[in-house]
């Protein structure tokens, strides 16, 4: 049901900076916009995601309703061992999605 | 008819009543015009930004926020940024905050990072509602703030179309 992405390098030399870009296929519906009828139509947003590097968390953001449909993120990590890179978005009406990738730190 | 302190007349009554809601009427119409014109946009921003620096100085500079000086739809607008810090376990950025003016709630994003980030920068996509000034803050390990904003101009706003 729900897709999301990340993408970042497969190797890396220790030490490199590398980045990580993270998309989710989500509405981001802010709660503030209304149907043809007037009626409100309720929030639906992804309020928090967060990244961990072989289980410690590197990299943590709060959304707002402020944020685009389809959330991107892009943000720069150190490359200290080889391992698993894990995003997990979590966000209203009990969603919640991790995507994980892997990733030869040489 | 005999009266005494506790019974009051019927024209006493009226006077008391037309008085009281006539004061309530008074007070109902000043909340009423508050909340139609929120005390200035940036009155609302800067409310926001207190309530995550507390009493904390914010010194303009070390941040730098990138969005084009102009967007058409402000539905997805491109927000990075960047933090002047040479990101070791003693200096580093904990977290950024983007505020906005004129959304209809001030918060955007906020990042949390540290020394591990290698670089403190950061990009998204927003939404912004109008032509507005953006600002980002950061917040150092030393705990002191720092801030940098940006000013777009937006022809297409966000959150306001109907379906």
Not at chain 2, 52 to 78: D, F, H, W
């Amino acid at each position: 049901m729900s897709r999301a992405l990340i993408n970042l390098p497969a190797t890396a030399r220790r030490g490199e900076i590398i980045e990580i870009k993270a998309l989710a296929a989500h509405p981001m519906e802010t709660g503030f916009r209304r149907t043809q009828l007037g009626v409100l139509i309720p929030r639906d947003i992804l309020t928090r995601f967060v990244c961990t590097y072989n289980g410690a968390e590197i990299f943590r953001a709060e959304f707002h309703p402020a944020i685009a449909a389809n959330p991107y993120l892009a943000f720069p990590t150190l490359a200290t061992e080889s391992g698993t890179i894990a995003c997990t978005w979590t966000g209203d009406n009990g969603y919640s999605h991790t995507e994980s990738a892997a990733i030869t730190v040489a | 008819m005999k009266r005494d302190g506790t019974n009051t007349t019927r024209r006493e009554f009226l006077l008391a009543a037309g008085s009281i809601s006539a004061g309530i009427a008074l007070e109902s119409a000043t909340t009423v015009t508050a909340a139609a014109e929120p005390a200035s946009a940036a009155t609302v921003m800067h409310a926001a930004i207190r309530k995550i620096v507390g009493a904390a100085r914010v010194n303009p500079g070390k941040v730098t926020l990138e969005l084009p000086p102009l967007i058409e739809n402000g539905n997805s607008v491109p927000l990075a940024v960047r933090v002047d810090s040479p990101m070791t376990q003693a200096d580093h950025v904990k977290a950024i905050h983007v505020f906005s003016e004129k959304n209809p709630l001030p918060n955007v994003v906020s990042f949390f990072l540290g020394p591990r980030a290698g670089r403190a920068s950061a990009a998204t996509r927003v939404r912004l509602a109008d032509t507005q000034t953006v600002v980002a803050i950061c917040e150092l390990s030393d705990g002191s703030f720092w801030s940098g904003s940006a000013s777009v101009v937006v022809t297409i706003s966000a959150c306001l179309e109907a379906l």
